[in-house]
């Protein structure tokens, strides 16, 4: 994390930055931080620009544009924060945002105007207002028995010391109501080394605990974000996936496919796709939802089901995930469903009408 690269003139070391992306550096510098591992930037190609991975950390003078309808929060998260640092959106589970800080930042991220800012030493809250604010969210989960699931997310929480994490794992594992807890992290594509014996041996002593991995594209599945995932599905974390939808890093049918493939050999489940969310300058990220849907019926009945992750909008304004699916229901005749199935053939099910 110390050698992380975090300007530009750190990156122009590494890279051959083109003038789009130098662009980004002029000026007040870039609007959203700046923070790539090593590990990373090793996967990155000095040369190309248009590298799904590159494109994907590297800033360019596209994201200081903003379009109609971007928003700074999307999702409108705070409106629904009883506590600072928890959203509480659906009855039965909270949302804790148990850091701003991340090891790498994504240009599309949806807490943007989050992740990465803060005091100038580091990026998050310093340690006893961050441990005030967690002692708030505690006392919220522990008065209200209807939650059921805590999602430990942020910024990501596996960039938090081992002892944080446990003093946070064990506090709301001992909240009697509170059935799973979810860690929401990009650490084992982007840090995996991470991914301790000591971390995972202090993760697992929680159970059940689930994961969900933020990755983009399968060139961030290496050998090393392989052995990170053994670690974790050998711990009995149940491993699950989330991919941002994203206008030329990843957006074709064989892209996805062998990122999901490739993430079923490594225990992982395609979870979901998401619409890019309309964050301030993110435009040159956001495919059409058409381009989505697309996407989700060349996958379905092309590979196995588990690798077809559910495709959603979280809603703007804070409606919260929406699915989205091809329509495979092509009419109906009489008493029967027209159905289509992925060959594009039609089939007929008996489905009489309800009279009333
Ligand atoms: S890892 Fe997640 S929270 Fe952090 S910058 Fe990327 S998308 Fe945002």
Redesign the pocket.
Known sequence: MRHRVRDGSSLASILRLTQAESAAFAGTGVAFPLAITPYYASLLDPDNPDQPLRRSVVPTIHETLRAQGELDDPLAEEADEPVPGLVHRYPDRVLLLATES?????R?????RL??RGHAAGETHGEPVRYRRWEAALQYIAAHPEIRDVLV????PLTLSDDSIEWLLSRIRAIGHVEIIRL???VPA?LPMRITPRLVSIIRRYHPVWMSL?VTHPDELTSDMGRACECLADAGIPLGSQT?LLSGVNDSVPVLKQLFQKLLTMRVRPYYLYQCDPIPGSAHFRTSVATGLEIIRGLRGHTTGYAVPNYVIDAPGGGGKIPLQPDYCVGRDDDELILENYQGRTFTYPDPKVHA
């Open positions: 991340c090891s790498v930042y994504c599309y991220c949806t807490r943007s992740v990465g997310s942020g910024g990501d929401g992290t990009k982007v933020h941002v």
